[in-house]
């Protein structure tokens, strides 16, 4: 089965840095790549998502790059605000019906003032 | 957007009580629906993925007969933990595929948890 490695698990960076959380996958089958952010006491919410036929993707300060052939997907979080402090999490999964995310175990980001 | 109802949102409870959570889609279908626990500063693990209308299907380590997995419409699915020990206290968290999506672009959507301590 799929198994997702995820680094660091914690991170500080100071306002307006930049932060980066690198996963790798192990399933070259898997093909859909998300990043939730959880807040304490909450669910994860799903901040950016991107395909294996897509190598990079853009939300405002958020981006996510994957790298197919090496098997592993990054997130990118540019102009750092202290509420980007929580928990992030990549996924990956093979797009069939009925097949579950596998998580990486985390990265604790926190911005600083 | 698309939001997936979880109730409760906490539950503490005697030992050998049995507690039912619900998991709802609002505003989509889902005929999958997954089950998460998650410890105290872990990842989320995979317990059991619900199908409508037919069995779940259990990951390897889960008790299906301690986790009872009810899929019954397109919106809902619940799990009971059956005769709950302080072992069973976790956070569960349940999600849902956004299937009116195209095919290869289906979210998958999280509830808000249900923190579960039994005494």
């Known amino acids: 089965g799929e198994n997702v490695e995820q680094h660091p698990s914690t991170l500080s960076v100071q306002e307006g840095d930049s932060a980066v959380i690198k996963c790798t996958y192990s399933?070259?089958?898997?093909?859909?790549f998300p990043w939730y952010k959880q807040e304490l006491g909450k669910g994860p919410q799903l901040i950016i998502d991107?395909?294996?036929?897509?190598g990079e993707k853009k939300d405002q300060r958020i981006a996510v790059t994957l790298n197919k052939t090496a098997k592993h997907f990054s997130l990118h979080i540019t102009e750092t605000q202290p509420e980007d402090s929580a928990v992030y999490f990549c996924a990956a999964r093979y797009n069939q019906a009925g097949t579950a995310l596998i998580f990486g175990k985390g990265t604790t980001l926190s911005v600083s003032s | 957007g698309a939001v997936v109802s979880q109730h409760p949102s906490w539950v503490i409870c005697k030992s050998g009580t049995s507690v039912k959570i619900e998991c709802r889609s609002l505003?989509?279908?889902?005929?999958?629906m997954f089950w998460y626990r998650q410890f105290p500063k872990q990842s989320l693990m995979l317990m059991a993925t619900s199908n409508e209308g037919s069995k779940a299907t259990y990951e390897q380590g889960v008790e299906k007969d301690k986790f009872l997995i009810n899929h019954a419409s397109l919106t809902l699915s619940t799990l009971t933990v059956t005769s709950a020990h302080p072992e069973d206290s976790s956070f569960y968290i349940c999600s849902a595929r956004d299937e009116g999506r195209t095919y290869s672009n289906q979210p998958q959507h999280f509830g808000d948890g249900t923190r579960l301590s039994i005494l």
């Open positions: 399933d070259s089958a898997s093909n859909y």
């Open positions: 505003d989509f279908q889902a005929t999958t």
């Open positions: 991107i395909r294996s036929n897509v």
